[in-house]
């Protein structure tokens, strides 16, 4: 296995324009969870999932942020209407249900809004 | 209600030198908590855990001990090297439903030869 992949590396998009982010998890993994982290912080939560159920989203997912997780596989982040606020770098993680935050890391999809 | 915080860096040793880097946390109930460690250019990693009290999670010459008293668990080495340069993060889960890891600021090592 070849761990999380996470796509793309990084991403400068204008502001007001969408984008989407893919994360492809351990295959045996079924928690896949999206963190935020920028410069000088630690990672914050965004959202994750159990399969393809969506169970738990931050006060930090605004409505212009939604995720995905279509036959509990791969998924996607999507930010609609980019702020300059939004750059940062996006992390995914995954696990299995009884490696409670014993997570793998992708190695994050950089995100600039200019 | 639920918190971590994590001792500010950046924090410079040389080489062989005794690391500590405070954690302590705020909790209802007992969390389980994690060290993570982002070298540079890297993801984040799982470097040890601990997940009831006196537990001591040990990885790479690193320990942690969960002390419920002080409510604590930082991180030790006795002897670091350039290697360990990096930024570690302190973690917990805590024990309400399924929350996910929440990671205090992180604290940067620089060690110099």
């Known amino acids: 296995d070849t761990g999380v992949s996470q796509d793309p590396r990084h991403k400068i998009t204008k502001r007001g324009q969408n984008v989407t982010f893919r994360c492809d998890p351990i295959s045996e993994h079924n928690r896949l969870y999206w963190y935020r982290q920028t410069l000088g912080q630690g990672p914050e939560f965004l959202t994750y999932f159990q399969n393809e159920a969506q169970l738990e989203k931050s006060r930090l997912l605004s409505d212009r942020f939604s995720a995905e997780r279509p036959k509990g596989s791969f998924s996607t982040l999507e930010i609609q209407r980019t702020e300059q606020g939004d750059s940062a770098m996006y992390l995914c993680?995954?696990?299995?249900?009884?490696?409670?935050?014993?997570?793998?890391f992708g190695s994050g999809t950089r995100l600039t809004v200019v | 209600g639920n918190s971590v915080t994590q001792m500010e860096g950046p924090v410079t040793l040389s080489e062989e030198a005794f690391l500590t880097i405070n954690c302590t946390y705020t909790a209802t109930g007992y969390p389980s908590l994690f060290w993570y460690v982002q070298y540079p250019g890297e993801g984040l990693q799982l470097l040890l855990k601990?997940?009831?009290?006196?537990d001591k999670g040990s990885n790479k010459g690193f320990e942690a001990t969960y002390r419920k008293e002080t409510t604590s668990f930082h991180l030790e080495k006795g002897s670091v090297q350039v290697s360990d340069s990096a930024v570690y993060f302190c973690a917990p889960i805590f024990p309400s439903g399924n929350t996910p890891l929440v990671f205090g600021k992180g604290t940067r090592l620089s060690v110099i030869a």
């Open positions: 601990a997940t009831k009290a006196d």
């Open positions: 993680a995954s696990s299995r249900d009884r490696d409670r935050g014993g997570y793998t």
